[in-house]
Antibody, heavy 120, light 113 residues
């Protein structure tokens, strides 16, 4: 079974750093793009960026470029989403997603989501 | 960016009745080289991540009941649930994956009447 398992919920203060993870299993991790999608409380879905674990080729949405970093460790079959300085507006659920085929394809499956709360 | 606009924002349907959700893209998502529409539909139930139900605008994901169907081409698409069941209560999102960044519609909430 293809699965993405994300790290647990986080509660952080503004200005703190954070790195959340997404571990893939049941498929060849290096052969498929892994992306991140944000869902703010009660809101819709926003694509943040994507990485190809084979060579770490990374693309960002213009809305998120410079705000977050996406990385991957292919030896661990794990992708990461990182912030250097969190803001209250980063409070959201973050989903990792696997591209079903090539980079231009739908997302399947989705991880279970990581809730990030940023509050003083 | 391609803007995806869904209608309606919400709808309430009786059990066994038809639910229809529309999705319009600001540019065509039909790829001329392969004649495929780069359009997917996702279902998100409360407290769960989204899951794909339709891709290539009309291909049903494995395991998805055949009461779900997708249609349309170019810029106008429809997700139809032919006979609504209680377990179909969810928010549905369309998404284009033709061009980067991939973009989602704002979502349509489907409830029971």
């Amino acid at each position: 079974e293809v699965q993405l398992v994300q790290s647990g919920a986080e509660v952080k203060k503004p200005g703190e750093s954070l790195k959340i993870s997404c571990k893939g299993s049941g498929y060849r991790f290096t052969s498929y793009w892994i992306g991140w999608v944000r869902q703010m409380p009660g809101k819709g879905l926003e694509w943040m960026g994507i990485i190809y674990p084979y060579d770490s080729d990374t693309r960002y949405s213009p809305s998120f470029k410079g705000q977050v970093s996406i990385s991957a460790d292919k030896s661990m079959n794990t992708a990461y989403l990182q912030w250097n300085s969190l803001k209250a507006s980063d409070t959201a659920i973050y989903y990792c997603v696997k591209s079903a085929a090539a980079i231009g394809s739908w997302f399947d499956p989705w991880g279970q989501g990581t809730l990030v709360i940023v509050s003083s | 960016d391609i803007v995806m606009t869904q209608s309606p924002d919400s709808l309430a349907v009786s059990l066994g009745e038809r639910a229809t959700i529309n999705c319009k893209s600001s540019q065509s998502v039909l790829h001329s080289s392969n004649n495929k529409n780069y359009l997917g539909w996702y279902q998100q139930k409360p407290g769960q991540p989204p899951k794909v139900v339709i891709y290539w605008a009309s291909t049903r994901e494995s395991g998805v009941p055949d009461r779900f169907s997708g249609s349309g081409s170019g810029t106008d698409f429809t997700l139809t649930i032919s006979s609504l069941q209680a377990e179909d209560v969810a928010i549905y999102y369309c998404q284009q994956y033709l061009s980067s960044p991939p973009t989602f519609g704002q979502g349509t909430k489907v409830d029971l009447k």
